[in-house]
């Protein structure tokens, strides 16, 4: 039995660190659009694109479940806060089901 507890707080460890990595993704995507939403501008630099390209493939998947939803303030779009609550509560739970 206390292999088993091992293996399951193991298992839980893994899933949380992965829920913050998933968690600080979905950040750096929303800071990387704001910043190119004001303007800031770097044209042909490829560490940003390479960042932007890498960011946007990873949350939008994951964003667009919560697209249709009216979540937008005139040019404010609120969806990725939602999806931040939603990825916390919902990992927040899965992680304390594996825990025991």
């Known amino acids: 039995m206390a292999i088993l507890a091992t293996v399951r707080t193991e298992i839980a460890d893994f899933l949380e660190a992965l829920l913050l990595v998933y968690l600080i993704c979905v950040i750096g995507w929303i800071v990387l659009n704001f910043v190119f939403a004001m303007g800031v501008r770097m044209p042909y ?56």
Do not use: C, K, W
């Not at 949350?59 to 609550?85: M, Q």
């Open 45 to 100: 630099n490829r560490y940003a694109s390479g960042a932007m390209g890498f960011l946007r493939d990873v949350t939008e998947p994951y964003l667009r479940i919560f697209r249709p939803l009216p979540l937008r303030i005139g040019p404010l779009d609120l969806t990725p806060i939602v999806a931040i609550l939603v990825l916390q509560i919902l990992g927040g739970i899965l992680i304390g089901i594996v825990r025991g």
